[in-house]
């Protein structure tokens, strides 16, 4: 078994796509007797990889891209049929084999239900529709899902620095987003030994060129799409980080990311995305914050808003540029807001709670406080005091204002 490293490169698109390959290893990880142990560090990711004997992890990564994360999306995607969201949440956990009976039980009109399962028969990768690798131009499903095996292991074996692959593609430029693998000069599609390609006629030989589904990468700056047309027709962006502009597809397909976070340091920025997404979790967790709290100094934080568009793809957008003690007083003030207890009598509790966020996401603290202190009173007296320590931990955050968090949590 081998420990390998992959490093951040800074990019928005391909730390964001590491940050979920990170996530897909835990899980496989999880399921198989923590074999890989991945390990995030300040500007690498680690993890174990094992020998095809011990485990066949490009079978098991495929297998999880595929039944888990687009069966998910797919499921998620029904929500536009006007399928009950507590239905969609359990057929998440089920798998395609389960879909069919599970329309069925759901008592789905018969037509609908055709539609769905025929729908099923064409699932892609997100945002990747003219890709003739992973999308529908790759003419059929079973096409893509062969693309995409071939994709996994040649990220492996090139991880492993096996030059077998380089005989295959060829090594063209240095790659413009890692700067440290080269681009290859032949795809996926159309891989031939070196030597069959030489003597080839110039006019048949086909080049990996930097294609429109890898534009999320030069976009994510100053996101002018024009721009794509001046690209040089030859690829600049090496596998490895097309690799990891699928996860970037897959995270924001799957967790509907309205929001990206990006920072010098691979651990505030795992923690960061996570927290700004917002979900349901329980947000406040002191050892949490200890541990980003010891890891770096601060840093300057880049926030990025995320936007589809039907032709371009993928946009991001630079919102702001903020310092990461601001953004995490702010996040802990939120937290304080979820864990505070709103009276029953309050009807519409999480538009409260957004309301107070967006106080806080303006500085607006005085505010946000007025609105906690407006709900402090409660009929059950340890719900109320609860509420009171968590007014006071509130106050006591804002008190701080200008101080260095880092190292003080
Ligand atoms: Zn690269």
Redesign the pocket.
């Known amino acids: 078994m081998d420990t390998f490293k992959l490093y951040s490169s800074g990019d928005i698109v391909r730390d964001t796509g590491l940050l979920y390959f990170y996530r897909l290893l835990r899980e496989i990880n999880e399921q198989n007797q923590s074999i890989l142990q991945p390990k995030l560090a300040l500007n690498y990711l680690e993890f174990q990889l094992p020998t095809e004997e011990e485990f066949d992890l490009e079978a098991a990564l495929f297998n999880q891209i595929i039944n888990v994360e687009l069966y998910q999306t797919f499921i998620q995607d029904l929500s536009a049929e006007k399928i009950d969201p507590v239905l969609i949440n359990e057929w998440k956990q089920s798998s395609l084999g389960e879909l069919r009976t599970n329309l069925l039980k759901a008592k789905i009109p018969t037509k609908q239900i055709d539609k769905i399962m025929k729908k099923s028969e064409t699932i892609y990768f997100p945002y990747l529709r003219n890709s003739g690798k992973f999308g529908a131009n790759a003419q059929s499903v079973q096409n893509f899902h062969r693309n995409l095996k071939t994709f996994i292991q040649l990220f492996f074996s090139r991880l492993q620095g096996e030059s077998k692959e380089r005989e295959f593609y060829g090594e063209g430029r240095v790659?413009g987003?890692?700067h440290?693998?080269h681009a290859g000069v032949y795809d996926i599609t159309h891989k031939y030994a070196a030597d069959i390609v030489e003597s080839l006629p110039e006019k048949q030989r086909i080049y990996r060129t930097d294609s429109k589904y890898l534009y999320t990468f030069q976009g994510s700056q100053n996101n002018t799409f024009s721009n794509y047309a001046d690209y040089q027709q030859d690829s600049a962006?090496?596998f490895?980080?097309e690799f990891f502009n699928l996860f970037f597809l897959l995270y924001i397909k799957k967790e509907k990311a309205k929001y990206l976070v990006s920072c010098q340091n691979l651990v505030h920025m795992e923690f960061l995305q996570r927290k700004i997404r917002m979900k349901q979790d329980i947000y406040y967790q002191q050892s949490f914050y200890y541990q980003v709290a010891k890891s770096t100094k601060s840093a300057r934080i880049r926030l990025y808003q995320v936007a589809t568009d039907p032709n371009k793809g993928l946009l991001l957008k630079l919102e702001d540029a903020i310092e990461f003690d601001d953004l995490l007083k702010q996040i802990k003030l939120m937290d304080f807001v979820d864990s505070f207890s709103f009276p029953e009598e309050q009807k519409n509790v999480s538009d409260l709670k957004q309301l107070i966020k967006r106080f806080i996401l303006n500085k607006n603290n005085e505010m946000a406080y007025q609105y906690l202190l407006g709900n402090l009173i409660n009929r059950e007296a340890n719900i109320m005091a609860y509420n009171w320590s968590i007014v006071v931990k509130f106050i006591e955050e804002v008190m701080k204002e200008g101080e260095n968090y880092v190292g003080k949590v």
């Open positions: 790659c987003i890692c440290l693998e962006i090496c490895s980080c």
